[in-house]
């Protein structure tokens, strides 16, 4: 299932927001991609203290955000279509 999502610093993710996001960090860290992963990581819960004052402040008005839409699921195996 497609999602999409914006996440900014200081951001209290929804229980299906936060699923979604480790679920990218999770195929990112499979894909060899770890300093995109470590960027999405950032967003999850246990890092909220990581932020600056300044981060915070700015938070969703001009960042640190990221927003992205991905098939975090999953691509079937050849067969499963």
Do not use: C, I
Not at 22 to 27: L, Q, Y
Not at 55 to 70: D, K, N, R, S, T
Request: proline residues 9%; without cysteine; charged residues 25%.
């Amino acid at each position: 299932m497609p999602t999409a999502q914006m996440l900014w610093a200081g951001k209290r993710l929804s229980p299906d927001e936060e699923e979604h996001t480790r679920d990218v960090v999770a195929m990112l860290e499979r894909t060899g991609n770890a300093d995109l992963a470590a960027q999405f990581a950032r967003f999850l819960p246990e890092h909220d203290e990581a932020w600056t004052p300044d981060e915070l402040e700015l938070a969703a008005g001009v960042g640190p955000w990221v927003a992205f839409g991905a098939d975090v699921e999953g691509t079937p195996a050849p067969g499963e279509y």
